[in-house]
């Protein structure tokens, strides 16, 4: 009976220890799993998860010194208003129109500007985590950083072509997050790269569908 005992309070507490270095990890892979679900169906509520997922984001990223990645989430966070609002009612003119916004393709006048942008916060990004913090992983994490600069945003205009940036986020994300010991999301990240490609698949159709119609 002691050992029964025991064997219940070791289980307990590796349990306790667990969920204390995992909890965020474990809320925000939930969080993620609903959030690339509903951006799947272009569901605007993928704004409400993402809020929570990215201000409990901030808190994880740091803990684990993706401190890119932390300061990003802020920049998220600001582009989740607008996407909400985009979303909900769409423009014309520059004026709400009460209709939401329809899935497009990026803009390709603006696909050199994008890419200048990308490389410049890339660069800038890495001479911060470099010069700056302990980071050890200032390449990747100022990549993934900057490239998703262009894809939240890409995704707050509804363009189709969000879909590959994130493509190409996740992949390296995963192999990052598989490293710094976030295994949770280092898994979402990987499903996150098969649900992209349906993604892609899927609202290519729907602008196709956008244009007949």
Known sequence: MTFDCKKKDNISE?????LANYWLDI????????????????SIWLWLVGFLMQSLGIALYYQKGLYADCGMEFYYLAVTIY???????????????NKQLP??????HLMLLWLTITAAIWAAIYFILTTYTDSK??????????????GIWALARKYVE??????VV????????????IPFKATLYAFYVIVAIMGYRK??????????N
């Open 170 to 181: 996740d992949i390296v994300t995963c192999i990052l997050y598989y490293y710094k010991d």
């Open 14 to 18: 590796t349990m306790q220890t667990f």
């Open 162 to 167: 969000q879909w590959i940036i994130w493509i």
């Open 103 to 108: 899935i497009t393709h990026f803009p390709r």
């Open 83 to 97: 996407g909400f609002f985009a979303w909900k009612f769409g423009s014309k003119g520059g004026k709400r129109d």
């Open 203 to 212: 609202w290519k159709a729907a602008a196709i569908s956008n244009v007949t």
């Open 137 to 150: 992983v200032p390449i990747a994490d100022s990549f993934t950083t900057a490239l998703s600069v262009v």
């Open 27 to 42: 809320v925000t892979t939930t969080l993620g799993i609903a959030y690339i679900i509903l951006e799947y169906h272009a």
